[in-house]
């Protein structure tokens, strides 16, 4: 659930480090992230988010087709996603899409 409301400026790649708001106890804390998930968090970015993208997205880190802004979905959703776009890496399908 912390992962839903991550914003993209709570992402600090040069430090490694992503900033996790209102988590366990309703505390903010600093998590550090490693490069290979930085890499991957770079990728989702540049090539899958922006489909995505419905203004005003507010600045929400993960998206899904059924909440491209302010709400950010379920967890489900975004998790199924995930495991789609993964697979289709795998495969090696061409497309960088997170939907079918």
């Not at 998590?31 to 988010?49: H, N, Q, S, T």
Request: hydrophobic share 35%; charged share 30%; aromatic share 6%.
């Amino acid at each position: 659930m912390e992962l839903i409301r991550v914003r993209l400026y709570d992402l600090d790649p040069a430090r490694g480090v992503v900033v996790v708001r209102e988590g366990k106890g309703q505390k903010d804390r600093v998590v550090p992230v490693g490069e290979r998930a930085i890499a991957w968090l770079e990728k989702y970015l540049d090539e899958a988010r922006p489909e995505f993208v419905v203004e005003p997205a507010e600045g929400t880190m993960f998206l899904t087709r059924h909440a491209s802004g302010g709400d950010a979905g379920a967890p489900g959703r975004a998790a199924g996603g995930r495991r789609r776009y993964h697979r289709r890496l795998a495969r090696g399908t061409s497309g960088g899409s997170l939907s079918g």
